[in-house]
């Protein structure tokens, strides 16, 4: 069984441009949750979908940040325009009806 | 949200046991103990969680305390694999189900 994967793996943008992350959860899985690690600190919790739907948006940090997850399934992470303060991993996980949260590898985000 | 203390660092011998403690003296009574691990360059990867009762699998085992603010990670026979930093959280079941801060977690080192 395929795990939760992100691409890209690593961008590299700069300042006022726009990126997107996409997020592919495991297959079956309603919940599908962002996180992020800026620079030197931990591990925070962006937002929450159940399905299409945003259960939990209260960790993202402003309106430059737009995530969707139309059809339920994959989900989009949208940064416009990107500050150098975005710079981090940006995680993706999924779970079923547990509180088992598989992760995916990350993207690392770099804004010069 | 309930916080979870966790020394900064440990180190270990190889094939050794290993016991990872977490303070979590503010914990309420729907939280469950959740210990994920991260190895370099990687997600967070699940190890195990728990509410009351003592845990076993097969990564690992969680050792509850009675009065549930405080909480071991106990790894039997540890591997250089097993070299990662480990983080305890707290989530509820099903409100603030995703939404769970990593803290700083500590940094297992496993010596040959």
């Known amino acids: 069984e395929a795990g939760v994967t992100q691409f890209p793996s690593h961008s590299v943008i700069e300042k006022g441009q726009t990126v997107t992350l996409r997020c592919d959860p495991i297959?079956?899985?309603?919940?599908l949750y962002w996180y992020r690690r800026v620079m030197g600190k931990e591990i925070k919790f962006l937002l929450h979908?159940?399905?299409?739907?945003?259960?939990?948006e209260s960790g993202m940090p402003n309106n430059r940040f737009l995530a969707e997850r139309t059809g339920g399934t994959y989900s989009t992470l949208k940064v416009q325009p990107a500050e150098l303060e975005d710079s981090g991993v940006y995680f993706c996980?999924?779970?079923?009806?547990?509180?088992?949260?598989?992760f995916g590898p990350g993207t690392r985000l770099t804004v010069t | 949200d309930a916080k979870t203390t966790q020394p900064n660092s440990m180190e270990s011998n190889e094939e050794e046991p290993v016991h990872l403690p977490c303070n979590h003296s503010?914990?309420?009574?729907?939280?469950?103990i959740h210990w994920y691990r991260q190895l370099p360059s990687q997600g967070p990867e699940y190890v195990i969680h728990?509410?009351?009762s003592n845990v076993n699998n097969r990564m690992a085992s969680l050792a509850i305390a009675e009065d549930r603010k405080s909480s071991t990670l106990i790894l039997h026979r540890a591997t250089l694999r097993d070299a990662a930093v480990y983080y305890c959280?707290?989530?509820?079941?099903?409100?603030?189900?995703?939404?769970?801060?990593f803290g700083d977690g500590t940094t297992l080192t496993v010596k040959p």
């Open positions: 297959s079956g899985h309603d919940n």
């Open positions: 979908f159940v399905k299409e739907s945003k259960q939990d």
């Open positions: 996980a999924s779970s079923s009806v547990g509180n088992e949260q598989y």
């Open positions: 959280i707290l989530r509820g079941l099903i409100t603030n189900a995703g939404k769970s801060t």
């Open positions: 728990g509410l009351t």
């Open positions: 503010t914990i309420s009574g729907t939280d469950y």
